[in-house]
């Protein structure tokens, strides 16, 4: 009977698998092909069979992928002669329909075609499932199909499947030849004597080869004269067994062009073996042009990817430069009144919508020395190099706040904001970036406690131990004890139907007299001292507190998702404190899911890395947060134990209209399938955004258009919804 035994109906396990496997192999619904239709004839040829088809059993219909002999549309699947090959496991032979009661009032036997013999045997994948059928028919009765016809029928089903992965295969081929072709970024592959195997258009462009003279060629042809030794001893350690340090980091070279000209290189490096043994690739970036912040997207290390800015590791790196030199400069940190807002009532396309607003316009009313960069959030950072007295850094940033009395009009909506802002100045409130920097944040808080809206120097009185950062850390560990910490939730969907998968828990702050607090208000205090650890763990324990909570109601066992905290990942108790949340709460490992960021992944820490692993094997979620806008290369994806890639919202908000948005997202989502793993797409807003994800295969989402972030009591109405069978309400 095959390894897929009868389904009770067409909503069982095995049924919603088999459904699954056809649609991984992406050829549902798609038009006749020229091998499948080779197919049909041949089994036509074979069996001296006046008809051969090739069918796809879906939910409710079955489908002619191929048919020889016979012009048929679709059909129900109601009667569907396949639909009881697929049942049966085996070749399906019946000698004459009219004389079998299960078939003697089928449509295609009293009808045109007026079946009488049919001979299927089932499709069936690597896992199992029987997708649909591979049949011969006649209008005659037959008796004389025996036991080396139907084998060779088999054989016949065996090549259709085998040309299905082989279309699979291409298509993700195509995919990743298509991404290739489209990216700025140049791509190699060498073979192990170094020999160039494969470039793209974008390396062509770059060192001025045509594809003729580049395949086959060393890739000396690229390193100037001067490094080659050293590349090639580096080549030869790899080939002999060794290791490089290199792979998997992004480091800055020389490279040549064909004319001999030199030009500065971003490049990354890859390891692979395959049955001709080592391989290597490269990707490359000329960043020749790389301080033309407005030309293109700079390395993601120093540019901050939403508003094209300088990010905060690119403004303390100049800022330190200057420092260090004994050069005078003035910093000012500066945050927006009511952007919070905005985000809250109009959703995030519009938040980043209004940050890229204020990104453009800080810098139009500063000096063209002056750098401006975006910190995170609504928070930027500005740096005048040079000595000025206070009175002059002073009416320098007035103009800022000047800028912000004009409103900004964004896609239709009208925006009054304000700003705040501390400044500090060096050396006189700081002699390093750390110092200055701190400063600045003491002005900017004693600036909001005032009310905003306002600018202040610092002043030696602020550096108070107990003041600005002290404060909110001490005013957190009371909330802690206090139990003023509480957890919202927001829905992870299915892209098909709008059910609830899963939810991501997220931490606010309900404070006594400032009410509602959002991350962005109190993280970094946390993340900066001791009550990273005692945070981080409420928050796991009460996630799982309120997992166990929606069970014991009867609500469906969804997963539910926290984010770790670097120092957490670093603790050395990670899988205790894991094991003892679930055990406490009765839960299994599979509803509970790790999110962690690029950054604390990339940290080298083997022991975390182990207790990671072992969560993972026990059936613990891992996943990626923000996936591609850190420093985390292609080999982190091979390296830590992850189970779920989390698309980032850059990359989502503005897909539909830029076409390197869509083809990183597409190549994202192939690569996330091909290991295996689930893939969530944040920051989804509108409907156009979530029919291009479901037309590249992306099966689960979560934003605004699903519902924001909801305390436990509405997350349950939501969950109780879903339960009884009802798709949520998408907002609009």
Known sequence: MGTETADAGTNGPIERGRLEALSNLWIAGTAPEPRFDTIAHLAAQLFDAPMAFITLVEKDMQRFKAAHGINIADIPRSISICTHTIESGQVLVIDDMQADPRFAGNPLVTATPFLRFYAGAPLTTAEGFRIGALCIADTVPRHDFGDQQKTTLELLGALVMEQMRLRRTEIIRSTVMNFSGATELAFFAIDAAGRIEFVNRAALNLFGYRQEEMIGQLIDIIIPDRFRGAH??????????????????????????????????????????????VGMGAVIRDITDRRERDARLLRMANQDTLTGLSNRHRFENLLQEVLSENRAATVALLDLDGFKDVNDSLGHVVGDALLQAVAVRLPSVLAADVTVARFGGDEFAILLPGDRPADEAMGTIDAVLTAFEAPFDVGGNVFQLAATIGIALAPHHGTDAEELLASADFALYRA??????TMLMFKPEMRSDSLARRATQDELLRALKNNELVLYYQPQVSLADGHILGVEALIRWQHPQH??????????????SSL???VGWWVLREACRQAAAWRAIGLPPIKVSVNLFAAQYRAGTLVQHVISALAEHNLPPSALGLEVTETIALLNDDNAFAAVHHLRDLGVGIAFDDFGTGFASLSSLQRFPLTT????????????????DAAITRAMLTMSNELGLETIAEGIETEEQELSLRRLGCKAGQGYRYGKALPPEQTAVLLARGFAGQIPIRMH
């Open 232 to 277: 090639h001893a580096g080549l030869a350690r790899v080939l002999a067994g060794g290791t490089t340090k290199l792979i998997g980091k992004t480091v800055e070279v020389v490279a040549r062009k064909r004319d001999q000209t030199e030009v500065p290189i971003e490049i990354s490096l890859s390891l692979w073996n395959d049955e001709r043994g």
């Open 645 to 660: 890639l989390k698309i980032d919202r850059s990359f989502i908000s503005e897909m539909t209209e830029n076409p390197h």
């Open 448 to 453: 909001k406690q005032d009310g905003g809206g």
């Open 532 to 534: 990273a650890l005692p």
């Open 515 to 528: 009410g509602l607090l959002y991350p962005a208000n109190f993280l970094p205090a946390v993340e900066s």
